[in-house]
């Protein structure tokens, strides 16, 4: 489907779902980026701030166990968290 809009002019429809407010966690999951082989995250600490993350990186107090297409799992004390990107 080809967008009408003129060049430089975000659709409407763009604009709307870029604009939309998302409770999130303390610590949330943001993005996900990358190939299959070669995932990473973008998550947002408890400190405000933005991390890029791979499995194996310690962040928030605990080590990124998995990434998949829409979640992360975070290791910490000897437990798992699943953090699922925000639906809207």
Request: cysteine-free.
């Amino acid at each position: 489907m080809t967008s009408q809009t003129p060049q430089g002019q975000t659709p409407p429809q763009v604009a709307k779902l870029a604009t939309e407010q998302v409770r999130l966690e303390r610590t949330a999951l943001i993005g996900i980026f990358g190939s299959n082989a070669a995932l990473g995250a973008l998550i947002r600490t408890n400190r405000d701030k933005f991390e890029r993350v791979a499995v194996g990186d310690k962040v928030a107090g605990g080590i990124v166990a998995a990434i998949s297409e829409d979640s992360l799992v975070l290791a910490k004390r000897g437990k798992t968290t699943l953090m699922k990107l925000p639906q809207t």
